[in-house]
């Protein structure tokens, strides 16, 4: 009760006016950088590995303590994970969550393989996170985002699919299901390269043998596993395209299952990078401060600026780091993450992940 | 104008141009290439010392009579911070490879009536691109005074040093309303339309800030208020004083040279790191000082890299000034009082008509100059 009183008065517009302009949450973290009233920060109080067999990026759960302001997760939402990783540097990266939904304030769970990253300076988090940080590292969180996710009522039967990484969204799903006590059936299709690079795989070996409504395919290229197909998918899930279904992976296997959908709605997809053109081609995309000006191809704004000659910032280049911020005069733009298109003038829009459609004028 | 050649220096063969530019270049990736640890813990440590000045400064004030003073001076002191060596500076993107939002120059705002996003505009882009061209470079005399022989002389001129003190005390104010362009409304080159968003921006931020300083925190210490409130239009008022003195020395101490739009027309970029050089003007001092002046007591080193940390600047300095040496260029440094007497001497003088002497001679006189050469 005092400690929600507390964040009351915390989150109050009086604190808010008072804090003005830094907010609130610029002191409190002098104090002790668990505190929060907006922000979420979280530690580190686990790291479990999966994989770590010899040749094979190394992949670990890692379990972190929010701030009291984490409103908790869906399962199948991400959330930006910001780390210090030396060198004065702060990088951002997206991952999924792992563990079942959670509630206000309680832990959560990334399940992350390590790999280079060549924008990520100095250190790639994602190896930051699997070799380098402990018991204790203090993290920047965001909220849960995304809306790749379950409905609240979960169909009765629902076919999951995923490849390599893409594995903990959909993990994360069949989890909760399992907590929910889900009666409906569960197909669950996985690819992942062999057996000895298999995350959760203890996991996914204990659900097998149980059973509980839960059809499991793990499927390893390596041992000459056919590819996701129309064929394959029929032959596993009889009328597969009227079944509700939930696919993450690689950009391959989500191209694929894209085929094999047709455009069907019972498909919902996520990437782990934004689908490179995904804008439609026409009109005049304008660079006002510089001058010139294209006909727009479609690709993102980032993408057709380089391509004009032109040098934005850029970082990520996925539409988590800000840093390609600009502000666009007038036009209508689609954001190739969330399909939503805006057309206010004067409006700051990340280039990386924005589409013109028709003519569009950008302060660049 | 105050030509290069009035300022005593001289002009570059293009070929020695390019080679300066160079150099600067070189300077700049060296310093780039470096950046790291030291610099974010520096200005964290800035952060963490400019909070805990707001919140004593704020505490205080509930100590009747003995906590005013002090008071009054942690205020003054964490917003100097917040205003010079934090919010300037930040603004500029001298943090933004951090990757921390809250020192990045598109989210940062200071402690001050100006809105971020109006103040990048005027300062980052149209100051620090057109420094010191006369008709471009709005900061030369703010639209409000005369400082420069090429602005004609208008009766208007005489309140010179009265406009410069008005300035001066209410310097955020000055810089909040700077962006609006009043003068160039008035002479029609403007509509208000243009300035329909700022001025809503510059709205927004005032309302903000007189609610803090003025009602709530008055408020807060009860029968205390009006001394609160004192307290808090007094360290505001000590911190423009403050601000406007270093930035006035930044650019008109005597010595400091002008430009024309013809000259700088296709610049190439050793003409422009020449331009920054010679139309800027550093100020001695101690450690502490340069830390309250936010760096820009190392104006010169800001001019060149307005993107590098502002911790950077001294050492950089030094390699500066030696090749200024080489080049045979003036390095405009004095302690404060000799830049500021220049600054002095400027506004009273440009109040007044021009007297027909050829004004070489005129600046040539001028006690800045002594220190140049050495
Ligand atoms: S480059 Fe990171 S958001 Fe666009």
Known sequence: ?????????????????????????????????????????????????????????????????????????????????????????????????????????????????????????????????????????????????????????????????????????????????????????????????????????????????????????????????????????????????????????????????????????????????????????????????????????????????????????????????????????????????????????????RICVSTPEGDCSVDL | MTTVENTGNRRLSPEELDAFGAEMEAIRQRIVADLGEKDSAYIYDIVKKQRAFELAGRALFYLPVVGWVPAVACLSISKILDNMEIGHNVMHGQYDWMGDPHLNSRMFDWDTMAPAENWKYGHNYMHHTFTNIVGKDRDVGYGVLRMDEDQKWHPYYLGNPLYAFLLMTFFEWGVAMHDLEVDELVAGRRTWAENKEIGARIWRKVKKQTMKDYVLFPLLTGPLAPLTFAGNFTANIIRNVWTFNIIFCGHFPAGVATFSQEECEDETQGHWYYRQLLGSANITGSRTFHIMSGNLSHQIEHHLFPDLPARRYPEIAEEVREICERYGLSYNTGPLHQQLLGVFKKICKFALPDRKKPAAAEVRSAPALEGVAA
Request: net charge neutral; hydrophobic share 35%.
């Open chain 1, 1 to 349: 009760m005092a400690l929600d009183l507390g964040g009351r008065i915390l989150r109050s517009r009086t604190v808010a006016a008072l804090a003005s302009p830094h907010g609130i949450d610029r002191y409190l973290t002098q104090i002790n950088p668990m505190l929060a009233a907006h922000e979420v920060r979280a530690r580190i109080t686990d790291i479990h590995p999966e994989v770590s067999a010899p040749g094979a990026p190394r992949v670990a759960t890692v379990t972190l303590q929010p701030t009291s302001t984490w409103r908790g997760h869906r399962a199948g939402q991400h959330v930006s994970v910001g780390i210090d990783t030396g060198e004065g540097r702060r990088t951002t990266r997206v991952f999924t969550v792992s563990n079942t939904e959670s509630k206000p304030g309680e832990p959560l769970t990334i399940t992350v393989r390590a790999h280079e990253d060549e924008h990520a300076t100095p250190y790639s988090i994602s190896k930051f996170l699997t070799e380098r940080a402990t018991v204790g590292t203090l993290v920047h969180l965001s909220q849960a985002e995304g809306d790749f996710v379950l409905p609240d009522r979960v169909p009765e039967h629902i076919l999951l699919i995923s490849g390599g990484s893409g594995i903990t969204p959909v993990m994360s799903m069949l989890r909760s299901l399992q907590r929910r006590t889900h009666r409906g059936k569960v197909t669950f299709l996985h690819w992942a390269p062999s057996a000895d690079r298999q995350i959760f795989a203890d996991e996914l070996d204990e659900i097998r043998r149980q059973g509980h409504g839960v059809d499991l395919h793990i499927l390893h290229t390596a041992d000459g596993a056919p590819y996701l197909s129309p064929a394959l998918l029929e032959k596993l899930v009889p009328g597969y395209r009227e079944v509700p279904t939930w696919a993450c992976g690689p950009a391959s296997l989500i191209e694929a299952a894209q085929a094999a959908y047709d455009g069907t709605e019972s498909l919902r997809v996520e990437y782990f990078k934004p689908p490179r053109t995904a804008g439609v081609a026409g009109g005049e995309m304008a660079f006002a401060r510089t001058g010139k000006s294209v006909a727009n191809d479609g690709a993102t704004i980032l993408d057709q600026a380089e391509a004009a000659g032109l040098t934005p910032e850029s970082g990520c280049r996925m539409g988590i780091c800000f840093s390609c911020t600009t502000n666009k005069s007038s036009g209508r733009v689609r954001n190739v993450l969330t399909g939503e298109t805006s057309e206010l003038p004067d409006e700051q829009i």
